[in-house]
């Protein structure tokens, strides 16, 4: 038996080749990967045929250069045309999803504390940040300029949710912070972003890490630092006293399950589900269907992101798209890990379906598009990764 050729030298080198087929629209649905032994394309000793599944240039874009400091949220675009993400270093960028995946904007020194989260607006072309130095910003995507700042709290804010609040056209803001309570805005264009005051105020009792508007607009999810999550009723908040504190708000329900602190609140698209991922290590999905067939409303306990322990306020995510995700929204969940890796999840039986790696420090926040099967992720090293995932099967 004859031995088998020595390799030539040099390394080898992935050279891609023309698109070979495209769908109506014209972006490529298949390409080509060609493995050279000489770095010469014409030398190829291996052609595989890689189906694609979105409009990304390549299945893995890699977003970077723009943050000096760790990036702590990052969201897709209601359209799903843009991103954006905040950072420690106090800076919001604005990035195109698809080819060139330009950073087309890079607002610095929005606060002198670093921006720990932050929202698009549902009807403006507006982002909402909130920073660790109190203040609650609204920020003119068209321009680049900050429309509003207020002064909200008098701790840290860790996190804000938005929703158009039902039969008033009005969009509510919420916001938790460190000083114990969670407070909600009302914003307008006539008042220039934000309200100076909130129109509620909810006094929780102790730090809150996470907050999240349910599908109607009436309840609001808040997780604080007595692991637990709390549900409050908006119709039925106190009102302040006269000495302008505002008395110990009872909950509606409270959600148990958590051994530590819950790190963020994602609701699910269809609103009957709530994703919560926490120290412990533990990601958790609770039931908060008004009739839920388990008596601790615990639907998922998942497991395989790490929180590690930097005590980092970890994000998760839901799929959006049916088309894309197996003919029903809210298929798959997302959270990052401090082994820099992302764990995806099938929600219906908890299956751990991808481990993701590629950042060289803790996923602090993922994102999934709303259109196509793109998983966006930031982290701790100050970079971004556009993921091409497959699309889903359905359950």
């Known amino acids: 038996m004859s031995k088998r050729p020595v390799s030539p030298p040099g390394g080898g080198a992935l050279i891609k080749r023309a698109k070979s087929s495209s769908d109506g629209s014209g972006a490529s649905t298949t390409r080509e990967i060609a493995i050279s032994s000489n770095n010469d394309p014409r030398n190829k000793s291996l052609i595989r045929s890689v189906q694609r599944t979105s409009g990304l240039d390549a299945p893995i874009v890699s977003l970077a250069g723009a943050h000096s400091g760790e990036i702590l949220s990052c969201r897709f675009s209601p359209s799903g045309l ?20 330009t950073n087309f904007g890079l607002i610095s020194s929005l606060a002198k504390a670093p921006l720990l989260d932050f929202q698009w ?18 920020v003119d995507t068209t321009t680049g300029e900050r429309v509003r700042k207020v002064r909200a709290h008098s701790g840290i804010i860790n996190s804000l949710d938005r929703t158009m609040a039902s039969g008033s056209g009005t969009e509510l803001i919420v916001t938790g912070s460190d000083d114990g309570t969670v407070k909600v805005w009302e914003s307008s264009t006539d ?16 730090p809150v890490t996470g907050v999240c508007w349910s599908k109607d ?55 009957n589900f709530l994703l ?61 890990g401090a082994d820099r890796m992302v764990c ?52």
């Open 82 to 101: 843009h991103l954006a993400a905040c950072s420690s270093d106090r800076s919001l960028s604005l990035w195109n999803t698809y080819s060139p995946n």
């Open 121 to 138: 607006s549902l009807f403006q072309p507006w982002i909402y940040t909130v920073s660790a130095d109190h203040l609650l910003s609204v």
């Open 191 to 206: 008042d220039g972003g934000v309200g100076k005051h909130p129109v509620t105020t909810i006094d929780i009792g102790c």
């Open 217 to 271: 607009g009436q309840n609001v999810y808040v997780s604080a630092l007595d692991n637990e999550i709390h549900v409050y009723d908006l119709r039925n908040t106190p009102t302040a006293t006269t000495n302008g504190s505002y008395p110990r708000t009872q909950p509606l329900l409270s959600l148990a399950g958590h051994t530590d602190t819950p790190t963020s609140l994602t609701l699910s698209p269809d609103g």
């Open 276 to 336: 919560s991922p926490s120290m412990s290590s533990n990601v958790i999905i609770h039931d908060i269907r008004p009739f839920s067939p388990s008596p601790t409303r615990i639907h998922r306990v998942l497991r395989g992101a790490p929180a590690g322990f930097e005590n980092t306020l970890l994000r998760g995510a839901w799929t959006k798209d049916e088309e894309v995700h197996g003919g029903k929204v809210g298929q798959r969940v997302a959270v990052g």
């Open 344 to 395: 995806v999840w099938e929600v219906e039986s908890g299956k751990l379906i991808y481990k993701l790696p590629g950042h060289k420090g803790t996923v602090t926040s993922v994102d999934f598009h709303p259109k196509e099967p793109i998983l966006l992720t930031g982290s701790k090293d100050g970079t971004m990764l556009l993921g091409e995932l497959e699309a889903g099967i359905s359950v």
